[in-house]
């Protein structure tokens, strides 16, 4: 991890946009007709290889918790329009619940209905892991994304976001603004301090800092929705009477951060966002708002699972791979999206 985090701003930023590129190239290798690439710096036209072939039909259960979030609305809704996009792919969809009991159920209705394959996204990844191992064991392969199972023989193929290193990717960014000020004053809006991915985001955020002489001054935590975001905003802004770059770990939240930046009056800082909705890349777009970047959390990582479901169920590869099989574990990039770039992304962002 240290290369990463010594890598210059620019250099990341180049690497964010070739890893997304592959991640198209990926895409379009899986799918039924060819694609062609709409970006200079994607790699250019996709090519159609045997995985674009209609198969045989595979039934592929999906569950994941309640829409109640506009990034796990994203991830819902990119795997409903993945599946559709293949003629073979026949999708069962949960409903989607926070309730670890009714996934699990959910899941043992999957098993009981011999699905070719499951795609999960667990609401407590320790808690599903036993219901996964059923599954695996009944010879139905998983696709666990992006909360992970306590056991390794859980899944077949596991779909991750980078949550340190969406905390690596703010504070390089920061870092390329200020890191010749040592004086500088960093505050950061944590989500749920007792998730993993939070401490995550937050040690690389850290890390990415400590690189360039900074430090997180002033640190709050909130609850990734609206209401938690203004209500830790305006708390933080309170304690910290001058800011120079404040980096939100949830653009959902950020919505409210933002509403009690705005009722403050403060304007002295630049912001930092995450998970990239579209509604952030608006305000980044339009160049009125202390927001000016946002990190990406893919909300694409369920819609993978479906792709590479149906490459396990079929037999298939992955056909950029030479490796004969579909990886056990993939890491998707936490890009950042700024004024410069943010045509790329905002078609695919989810609405906040």
Known sequence: MSATRQRPYGRLLTTAVCMVGAGALVAGCTSNTPESSGSDEGGGDVVASSNDETGETVRIGFSAPAADHGWMAGISNAAQAEAERYEDVDLVIAEGTNDPSTQISQVETFINEGVDAIVLLPFDGAALTPVALRAMEAGIPVINVDREFSSPFAARATILGDNYGMGVSAGTYICSRLGDQPDAVVAEIAGIDSLPLTQERSQGFADALADCGLDVDNRVAAEFTVESGEEAAANLLQAAPQIDALWNHDDDQGVGVLAAINNAGRDEFFMVGGAG????????????????????????????????????????????????????????????????????????????
Not at 285 to 307: C, F, H, R
């Open 277 to 352: 909705s579209a509604n952030a890349m608006r305000d980044i777009q339009s160049g009125e708002s202390v927001l000016e970047a946002t990190v990406i959390y893919p909300a694409t990582q369920a819609a993978d699972g479906i792709a590479l479901a149906r490459l396990i169920a079929q037999g298939k590869s992955m056909s950029d791979l030479v490796s004969q099989e579909v990886p056990r574990e993939i890491v998707l990039n936490a890009p950042v999206v700024t004024a410069e770039n943010v045509d790329q992304y905002i078609d695919d962002a989810f609405e906040s």
